[in-house]
């Protein structure tokens, strides 16, 4: 079987690494990306696989697309897409204002349509197996307070993952989405460091303790790979059980 050529947007740290790094372990051909340099990411996955980053910025279509094509370039094919570069913006309410909010939309919400629509004008007829993953949120189907731009965001990531599952179903290809739940990342690292803060997760969190990059790569194979040739327009949600938990009676554990 000829290697899986994969591209993962915004993927030299965090999620995006951890993606990366488990579809190299598989043996796929990659491209990584970010709008900075790639601070060591590309010499760690070159380890693995044949990996090649491009620096693009993806808060402009122009930059989301021309990625696409450069990656497709790079790899004279590409199979599967995972939108994953997306950012968190937000302050209280009363403060959001108009440019926060475009530039929470534009990344993790406008980029994903246009990344996608580039790969999918790039398939070569009768391609198969072409597949897409959005990167969501648990934010996809609950929210936090002050978090009205990205909640929503991520909100519409899952009513993308279907309207696209069923716009492209025709063509075969695959379109699903992957819900992380708190993951340890230069994202979220600030608030994981105040004090009390991750004790507090911990304890809410039913497997007892956040998730870390490499918890959340596998889910994203999967999805991409043969193993799941019939499903599609689904959010697979990788959060340690934070969506499965009703309010209890008893103490935290
Ligand atoms: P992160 O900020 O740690 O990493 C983001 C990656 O995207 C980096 O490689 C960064 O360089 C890149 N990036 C940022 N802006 C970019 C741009 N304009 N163009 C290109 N690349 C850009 O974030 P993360 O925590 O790894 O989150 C990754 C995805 O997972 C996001 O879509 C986020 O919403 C989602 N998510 C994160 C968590 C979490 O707890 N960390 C939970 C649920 C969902």
Not at 1 to 21: N, R
Not at 62 to 72: C, D, F, K, N
Not at 129 to 150: D, K, P, Q
Not at 213 to 230: H, I, K, R, T
Request: proline share 5%.
């Amino acid at each position: 079987m000829t290697q899986p050529c994969v591209l993962v947007t915004g993927s030299t740290h965090g999620i995006g690494y951890g993606i990366a790094e488990a579809f190299a372990r598989q043996g796929a051909r990659l491209v990584i990306n970010s709008h900075l340099p790639d601070n060591g990411a590309l010499a760690k996955l070159s380890a693995l696989t044949e990996c090649h980053f491009i620096q693009s910025d993806l808060s402009t279509t122009a930059g989301a697309v021309s990625l696409v094509e450069q990656a497709h370039a790079r790899l004279g094919r590409l199979d599967t897409l995972v939108n994953n570069a997306g950012t968190f913006l937000d302050t209280p309410f009363d403060d959001l204002t108009e440019a926060l909010f475009d530039r929470t939309f534009n990344l993790n919400v406008k980029a994903y349509v246009f990344a996608s629509q580039a790969f999918v004008r790039l398939l070569a007829p009768g391609q198969e197996g072409a597949s897409i993953v959005l990167v969501g949120s648990t934010n996809s189907v609950t929210a936090e307070r002050h978090s009205v731009a990205y909640d929503a965001s991520k909100g519409a990531v899952l009513m993308l993952v279907r309207s696209l599952a069923v716009s492209l179903a025709g063509r075969g290809v695959r379109v699903n989405g992957l819900g992380p739940g708190i993951v340890e990342t230069p994202l979220t690292q600030r608030g994981l460091d105040v004090p009390g803060v991750r004790a507090s997760l911990n304890k809410q969190i039913p497997f007892g303790r956040v998730g870390q990059p490499e918890d959340v790569g596998g889910a994203a194979v999967f999805l991409a790979s043969p193993a799941a040739g019939y499903i599609t327009g689904q959010m697979l949600f990788v959060d340690g059980g934070i969506l499965a938990i009703q309010k209890t009676w008893e103490p935290p554990v």
